[in-house]
Nanobody, 123 residues
Framework: QVQLVESGGGLVQAGDSLSLSCAVSGLTFSRYIMGWFRQAPGKERERVSVINRNGGGAYYADSVKGRFTISRDNVKNTVYLQMTSLKPEDTAVYYC????????????????WGKGTLVTVSS
């Protein structure tokens, strides 16, 4: 059974930092690209960042570029999202997802999804 479990969300103030983790089990982690998405209330799910299988390459949405950093540990089967200089507009439920195909990140059609962790940034 594949499981993706996000953690690390919470309530922070604008300008603060927060680190999210996503622990993955039930699949061969190193074979999968890992992505982070977010969904704010009343809005569509948005791509945030994706990292390739060995962690050597990553993509970031323009809205988070320079502030967020994605990384992965293929021994711990965990993907991370380090978020700095948080803004109120970063408030959303953050989801991690796994897929064998890098291109599926851009169509938001990932194979496996976590249940999400809420990040709230107050002004």
């Amino acid at each position: 059974q594949v499981q993706l479990v996000e953690s690390g969300g919470g309530l922070v103030q604008a300008g603060d930092s927060l680190s999210l983790s996503c622990a993955v089990s039930g699949l061969t982690f190193s074979r999968y690209i890992m992505g982070w998405f977010r969904q704010a209330p009343g809005k569509e799910r948005e791509r945030v960042s994706v990292i390739n299988r060995n962690g050597g390459g990553a993509y970031y949405a323009d809205s988070v570029k320079g502030r967020f950093t994605i990384s992965r540990d293929n021994v711990k089967n965990t993907v991370y999202l380090q978020m700095t200089s948080l803004k109120p507009e970063d408030t959303a439920v953050y989801y991690c997802a796994a897929d064998l195909d890098y291109g599926d990140f851009f169509s938001t059609a990932m194979d496996y999804w976590g249940k999400g962790t809420l990040v709230t940034v107050s002004s």
